[in-house]
């Protein structure tokens, strides 16, 4: 192995790191690894083009090439799933819900393919041991569970509490 | 064609703990800091050790390859801990979304946020309704922050002495 090849890795490794860098950034902050299981893909297929490129075994063109055309079709899709509900509904997921008003929706959990242990293992995460307490429970698009609690259930605010004017006013000072 | 274990056992090892050691070294700086390109960047690190493995390139090659991706990686993300400037230009700006419990649409437009997106943002985050928000921000990590109005915050021991035994 000879040095200027060493060079050359370097380089090529320097290079396809600004350009993901770019890349990422024009991406912007939601599109990558960060909303859906899809944003997820898109940054491991992202991460996994590049080793043919820093070792040279494919042309840099090729490289920036294949990373622009991934990179350009999920701005499109990001795009359209932001104009037309029709588009994201096709190409997202839209949310499930899984407990209402204290009621376990059976048929939602079997069309999201959850059994009730796992159902009770997701609300035990959120903290909460009595599904009762839950007024919507909500299988939300990237894949999370979002717990809503009944209003008795909620923790007591500020402005439950017949002082609170004063409490809020004394806080902020 | 040789079987190469020993090869293989060999270069497996010194890519581990070079891996370790860089990463080491990388870690405390770059946590959440630019959190889609670290993700990126470990997706690359996995990546670029296989080759080695398998020896299709020398593990001199997948030192410097990898090498040179974390220190750009360090770098970037020093200098944007360091400068206002590099910082706005790697990382997206936070946008507020909701303020004062109105959707600023302004901005959701500016980040093709649906509405639909914000709500079950808000919903993961325990928040049935937008007039209970003061301050709801996308963040740089891709992650919605929302905090309550005063009003709405649960009630604190220290308010409530009564309660306290």
Redesign the interface.
Known sequence: ?DVN??LL??L???F???F??LV??V?????????SAFDLIV??I??????EI??GDVTMLQGVIAILVVAIWHLVN??A??KS?FI?KLTGAS?TVMVRNGQIQRKNLARERLNEEELFSELRLMGVDDPEEV??A?L???G?I????EEWAK???????SE?KS??QK??S | MELDLTGIIFRVSVMYIYALTLVRIAGKQSIGQLAAMDLVVTLIIGDLFDDVFWAEVPLVQGLVGFGTVVLAHILVTYLSSRSKRIDQLVNSPARVVIQDGKLVLENLQREWMRQETLQFELRLKGEEHPREVREARLEPEGQTSVLKRDVNKPVQKKDRPSLRR
């Open positions: 192995m090849e060493l890795t370097a090529r490794a320097t396809v790191y600004f993901l860098l990422v950034r991406l912007g902050k939601r599109e990558v690894g960060t909303t940054a491991l992202l991460g996994e083009v590049v080793d820093i070792y990001s795009w799933s932001f509900e994201d949310p007024k919507q909500t939300e698009p990237n999370k979002s717990v809503l609690l923790p007591v605010q500020y402005q439950d509490l609170s409490k809020t806080r902020k």
